[in-house]
């Protein structure tokens, strides 16, 4: 694949990340103050760098569990299998849980897998996005904290990829395809 055919344009900074993370972190461990264990999971592989800069800034005791899915099937019709690929190490029954995903786009893949969590007896769940892109939406899917809205645009940077490129940015960039006036929307 040829990667020299996009360049990126900043759009959040590092620093507005940090930030950021820093007031969800505190919002976060005001809501399960008094938690025995935070169990945080995190929807792979996109989350991975947030879920690492979040679980840091909680005050509250906390474990650390990872689902990945895939999402496939007819593009051109608007439902969604979702498969798992990973799913999670620990029992979450009974327990107070925190689902951590990079960016909410059309909802599929968010609202299947809290469907699925919700089935093995959480005592509570609460959702954390960094990303939300509510004109991509066709599901509609509670998240309880969202860290930036943006329009539709395909991102990359702070964990998330393009064709496994570009995660290890610690700001969040806009892909934008040189000569190519096309969209690239993002997956989701």
């Not at 947030?50 to 979040?54: K, V, Y």
């Not at 509570?124 to 066709?138: G, I, N, Q, T």
């Given at each position: 694949m040829d990667h020299s055919n996009y360049v990126i344009d900043p759009?959040?900074?590092?620093?507005?990340?940090?930030?950021?993370v820093e007031a969800l972190a505190k919002e976060i461990?005001?809501?399960f103050r008094g938690t025995d264990k935070l169990i945080v999971i995190g929807l792979l592989r996109g989350s991975f760098v947030?879920?690492?800069?979040?679980v840091r800034e909680l005050d509250l005791p906390v474990e650390v569990d990872f689902l990945e899915t895939s999402s496939y099937g007819d593009s051109m019709e608007s439902s969604r299998e979702v498969r798992i690929l990973?799913?999670?190490?620990?029992?979450?029954?009974?327990?107070?849980?925190?689902?951590v995903e990079d960016i909410v786009d059309t909802g599929h893949t968010l609202h299947h897998v809290l469907n699925l969590l919700k089935s093995r007896g959480p005592r509570?769940?609460?959702?954390?996005?960094?990303?939300?892109?509510?004109?991509?939406?066709?599901v509609e899917v509670d998240t309880t904290w969202i860290g930036f809205e943006i329009p539709d645009k395909f991102v990359v940077g702070y964990g998330i990829d393009y064709a496994q490129r570009n995660r290890n940015l610690d700001h969040i960039g806009i892909v934008r395809f040189i000569g190519d006036q096309t969209d690239h929307p993002d997956k989701g």
């Open positions: 759009m959040i900074s590092a620093k507005t990340i940090a930030a950021r461990t005001a809501t947030f879920i690492a800069d979040l990973k799913d999670l190490r620990g029992e979450i029954e009974g327990r107070d849980i925190l689902v509570r769940m609460e959702v954390c996005a960094l990303l939300d892109k509510p004109s991509r939406r066709e």
